[in-house]
Antibody, heavy 119, light 108 residues
Framework: QVQLVESGGGVVQPGRSLRLSCAASGFTFPTYGMHWVRQAPGQGLDWVAVIWYDGSRKYYADSVRGRFTISRDNSKNTLDLQMDSLRVEDTAIYYC????????????WGQGTLVTISS | SSELTQDPAVSVALGQTVKITCRGDSLKFYSASWYQQKPGQAPIFVIYGQDHRPSGIPGRFSGSYSGDTASLTITGAQAEDEADYYCQSRDSSGNLYVFGTGTQVTVL
């Protein structure tokens, strides 16, 4: 079955960096687009970034563009999110999410990893 | 970027029907998908468009559209349907994604 397992969360100070990873299994990873979605404590879902199946295109939410970088390694079935210049408002659970075939929805979600930005 | 607006909360009697709406300009051009999230859990994918449901999602969940509004209807709501529901679509560029503000559904 499809599994998405995030790792790399933790507590960091504002202005520092953190790298999240997502290990994918149970499906042909190189053929699916992938997203990062976050959710601040007690708040709604917030789309962060998407990367095409082959890594050829990447798009970011306005709030993270220029600070976050999404990448993937199709040989290792992993998805990453490099987060630089972190801000208190980046505090959230970060979910790794698979695009459904044809982009018809985001059909599988990981359990998330918590990132806390605090001095 | 586009915004998607949802009613903050709705309630429905057990076995009755409830419609959750999602309004935004981008919905005139792009389909919406819907997600259910229960406390302490990751969201799950419920439906894309009007009737593209993943396996395991009951047929009582259906989607519809009218102009700039997408709707998720639960026909014959069950106690286990009590959750937060979010719509998602693309922004006006078509390259970025946006979530709705979320609707808390209470089953009475």
């Amino acid at each position: 079955q499809v599994q998405l397992v995030e790792s790399g969360g933790g507590v960091v100070q504002p202005g520092r960096s953190l790298r999240l990873s997502c290990a994918a299994s149970g499906f042909t990873f190189p053929t699916y687009g992938m997203h990062w979605v976050r959710q601040a404590p007690g708040q709604g879902l917030d789309w962060v970034a998407v990367i095409w199946y082959d890594g050829s295109r990447k798009y970011y939410a306005d709030s993270v563009r220029g600070r976050f970088t999404i990448s993937r390694d199709n040989s290792k079935n992993t998805l990453d999110l490099q987060m630089d210049s972190l801000r208190v408002e980046d505090t959230a659970i970060y979910y790794c999410v698979r695009d459904a075939e044809g982009g018809r929805g985001r059909d599988h979600w990981g359990q998330g990893t918590l990132v806390t930005i605090s001095s | 970027s586009s915004e998607l607006t949802q009613d903050p909360a709705v309630s429905v009697a057990l076995g009755q029907t409830v419609k959750i709406t999602c309004r935004g300009d981008s919905l005139k051009f792009y389909s919406a998908s819907w997600y259910q999230q229960k406390p302490g859990q990751a969201p799950i994918f419920v439906i894309y468009g009007q009737d593209h449901r993943p396996s395991g999602i009951p047929g009582r969940f259906s989607g519809s559209y009218s102009g700039d509004t997408a709707s998720l209807t639960i026909t014959g709501a069950q106690a286990e349907d009590e959750a937060d529901y979010y719509c998602q679509s693309r922004d006006s560029s078509g390259n970025l994604y946006v979530f709705g503000t979320g609707t808390q559904v209470t089953v009475l």
